[in-house]
């Protein structure tokens, strides 16, 4: 069982940045791949980014790339999502979420969620 709790977020204008935080309870953290995912009122949740296990790989939406880093601290049991250069279309409530197998790209590999924080930015 993971417990995953995210703090970070808020308001920023374009091109500020973030940091979001996702802190996992339990011993097993490092044997999941951590992801990103947000959702804007009125559309569908949306892969942002991802991290495997060992921190070896990333994955980004393309609309990130180069903007946003994911990273992980096994140590700590504590995953980030650094957001960068933020525009008004990243505004969305961002989860994180853990997965122990299956495509990081896709959320229904994903078992443990976070409770979602709300990234505003205004223009």
């Known amino acids: 069982q993971v417990q995953l709790v995210q703090s970070g977020g808020g308001l920023v204008q374009a091109g500020g940045s973030l940091r979001l935080s996702c802190a996992a309870s339990?011993?097993?953290?490092?044997?999941?791949?951590m992801g990103w995912f947000r959702q804007a009122p009125g559309k569908e949740r949306e892969f942002v980014a991802a991290?495997?296990?060992?921190?070896?790989?990333?994955y980004y939406r393309d609309s990130v790339k180069g903007r946003f880093t994911i990273s992980r601290d096994n140590a700590k049991r504590t995953a980030y999502l650094q957001m960068n250069s933020l525009k008004p279309e990243d505004k969305a409530v961002y989860y994180c979420?853990?997965?122990?197998?299956?495509?990081?790209?896709?959320?229904?590999?994903?078992?443990?969620w976070g409770q979602g924080t709300q990234v505003t930015v205004s223009s």
């Open positions: 339990g011993r097993t953290f490092s044997a999941y791949a």
């Open positions: 979420a853990a997965a122990i197998a299956g495509s990081v790209l896709t959320m229904r590999s994903y078992d443990y």
């Open positions: 991290i495997n296990w060992s921190a070896g790989m990333t």
